[in-house]
């Protein structure tokens, strides 16, 4: 009996020490378009280029919690180094907890006018990711130059770890570095914060390994292991 994507085969395979047959089990065959539910009117599909398209309505879902590592399991954990980019789909309001932590080859991310909230650590650990792009009807995001900011330019969520430059300049709207806001840029040397900067999340410049020059800002008052 084959295996298929669905269903485990079998095998057949004569005994060395005697004339009888042993039969084991063959593992199912890797989906070629690995696809699924991410909500309760959510689907999604990784295609043969890397593009995690997500669709449908309403909010996302994780289908675990990893207790070792702390981590929310989105539903395509298991494919998640073959990500390459992720499209989001107009009807998809909110993005989990970690939805796309440790997709280490993902490099661009599309955001539509209807999502309201995104999750913590959505973005932690993207090494590749270069551009994030928001529709501009959205009514609480926005990005410029590919960096992820809240609608009012108050909070600046996520630069992207290989966006290209060594330097950045962090707008003066900004008051808050939300959590891991920058973390593995490791392209950068040099980051200017305002001084209207008031509060940094955790790990803000977690492996900014390249980092060599930054100043508190003077006004810096909830600064959360930074």
């Excluded at 060395?16 to 599909?45: I, M, Q, Y």
């Excluded at 650590?121 to 928001?134: E, H, T």
Aim: charged residues 25%; aromatic residues 6%; negative net charge.
């Amino acid at each position: 009996k084959a295996p298929t994507e669905t269903e485990e085969g079998e095998e057949k395979r004569e005994c060395e020490n005697c004339d009888h047959f042993e039969t084991r089990e063959v593992a199912k065959l890797e989906p070629s378009n690995p696809s699924g539910t991410c909500g309760e009117n959510l689907t999604w599909v990784l295609d043969e280029e890397g593009t995690l398209t997500i669709k449908g309505s309403g909010a996302m879902d994780a289908v675990g919690f990893d207790s070792v590592t702390g981590q929310h399991l989105p539903p395509w954990k298991d494919w998640q180094d073959h990500i390459k980019s992720v499209v989001i789909e107009s009807g998809v309001t909110e993005i989990v907890d970690q939805a796309f932590g440790s997709c280490k080859n993902l490099e661009t991310i599309v955001i539509p006018a209807t999502v309201t909230k995104l999750g913590d650590f959505a973005f932690l650990y993207c090494p590749s990711l270069r551009d994030i792009q928001v529709d501009s009807g959205n009514q609480h995001y926005c990005t410029v130059d590919g960096v992820l900011y809240s609608k009012d330019m108050t909070t600046l969520i996520k630069y992207p770890a290989c966006r290209p430059g060594t330097e950045y300049t962090v707008p003066d709207t900004v008051t808050k570095l939300m959590h891991v806001a920058f973390d593995s840029a490791s392209k950068l040397v040099s980051i200017t914060l305002p001084d209207n900067i008031i509060a940094l999340g955790t790990d803000t410049f977690a492996d900014c390994t390249s980092l060599k020059n930054i100043r508190l800002p003077k006004n810096l008052i909830d600064m959360e292991a930074g």
